[in-house]
């Protein structure tokens, strides 16, 4: 059974930074990506960030510039760094564990952080 540990939420004003973290009970590499969605209040769920197998990172436009995803492969630690944090980031952040399999995909994720952005 794959587990996915998110931390690292929280209050922070209007330009500050958080760092989330999602700790897989698992080699990361197993994985085609690893990714952080979120979900704001009456809204659905939306990609945030990903960073594949490889090493190649994809944004969503709006954190572009503010957010870095990066990993730790040794500790099996996927990283948000979100910087210059807006009212708009206000969400759950979901670690998501794209696992895809010779039947389709079956993807993982973790139980959320919450990320509140206010002054």
């Known amino acids: 059974q794959v587990e996915l540990v998110e931390s690292g939420g929280g209050l922070v004003q209007p330009g500050g930074s958080l760092r989330l973290s999602c700790a897989a009970s698992?080699?990361?590499?197993?994985?085609?990506?690893m990714g952080w969605y979120r979900q704001a209040p009456g809204s659905t769920r939306e990609f945030v960030a990903v960073i594949t197998s490889d090493g190649t990172t994809t944004y969503t436009d709006s954190v572009k510039g503010r957010f870095t995803i990066s990993r730790d492969t040794a500790k099996n630690t996927v990283f948000l760094q979100m910087n210059s944090l807006e009212a708009e980031d206000t969400a759950v952040y979901y670690c998501?564990?794209?696992?895809?399999?010779?039947?389709?995909?079956?993807?993982?994720w973790g139980q959320g952080t919450e990320v509140t952005v206010s002054s």
């Open positions: 998501n564990a794209d696992n895809r399999t010779p039947v389709g995909p079956d993807p993982y």
């Open positions: 698992v080699s990361i590499l197993r994985f085609y990506a």
